[in-house]
């Protein structure tokens, strides 16, 4: 038996997503139990820089240089501060798995640019400040054997799913939205996973931008508002939502660049009608990603949602109104917790990593080969 700890900073940048995590053995057979699990905030000014490092405007390589240093001491804290919660010593931790904070994420080869995806937070800065071998740099690997680098928890899905014997989905409404379908054959193989577009991205833009709030509180601001179907077919267009999976997006194009588009472009509409429209736009985005490219192929027995978005019931009421035939549940009603299944993940990918276990789902990435997934730093 190992403790692990997995750090999850997302695309939301609502915090370090922290899960200290019990485990043992390894790939199909591993057992795993949460012990704990916090959300580490990260202080305005770091979230400013990251915003900018992202931002092909503002960024630049000395800030980015710096970021990465900046992110591996706040991330060296995150497991700090998760001890000293949970009252277990550092000392009795095995590894830490850190996803890292993903700057720029272009799975495509757009112009001069290849493929390509960057997590910075300095793995050595956390290996040293917490005396702890550390599993960084999850993605680089799968994008090497030509896959999208991204998404990675499906693996996670399928240990966790695969024994149900049912056609199941698993949303993550994070930052950006993405599914894992596990058949009912439970074959690795025939699991589909892609993100399906924006998951709380714009809804939480808008609310900074218009209202000085940093997201709509159980859907709340979309309650009060109207969709307006105008500004919503036009968002349907977006050639995002066309691609065939397997597909994966970021801020890149749904970040604060298009929140402040829209914005500009529909000056006479309140920010309740906006944001309930962008509420509208990201339930049928979701919706429509499984009529586009799963109801044809098998029927869904359950979709389990997860995600901080989990929590917006204007967004689950819409979502539940676009598949009537499906039921929707959420992670919570499987005994798990919402917001910490991708730490969780991460925890068990390191815990692969260490056994020198390949943990890349094909169909979902893209991937041509099964590879192992991570860099190790020893402590
Ligand atoms: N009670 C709530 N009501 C509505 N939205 C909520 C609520 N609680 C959290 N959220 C949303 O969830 C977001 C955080 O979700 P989560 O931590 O799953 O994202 P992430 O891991 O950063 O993203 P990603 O999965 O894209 O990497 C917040 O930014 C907010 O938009
Ligand atoms: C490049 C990157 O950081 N992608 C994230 C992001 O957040 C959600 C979605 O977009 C998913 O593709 C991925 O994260 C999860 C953890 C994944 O790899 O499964």
Redesign the pocket.
Known sequence: MKYAIGL?S??SLDGIDSSLVEIEGNGINTKFKEKFFNCYSIPKDIKREIHDSMDLEKSNVALICSLNYKLGKLFADACIELCYRADIPIENIDFIAS?GQ?IY?NPYNVKNYVPS?L?IGEPSIIAYNTKTTVISNF?GRDIAAGGQ??????YLDYILFSKYKKNIAIH?I?????TTIVPSTGKKDDIL?F?TGP?NMIIDGLCMELKGLEYDKDGQVAKSGKINYKILEKMMNHSFLKKLPPK???REDFGMNYVRKLIGENPDVTSEDLIATATEFTALTMAEAYKSFVLDKLKLDELILCGGGAYNSTLLKSLQGHLKEVKVSTMEDHGMNSFSK?AL??AILGNECLNNIESNVKSATGAKDYVVLGDITYS
């Open positions: 999850m997302g695309t996803h993903t994420h995806t997590q993605r680098g991204a998404p990675l928890v499906p993550n994070g930052g950006i939205a993405n996973a993100d998951g994966s997006t970021g991708e993940a991460f």
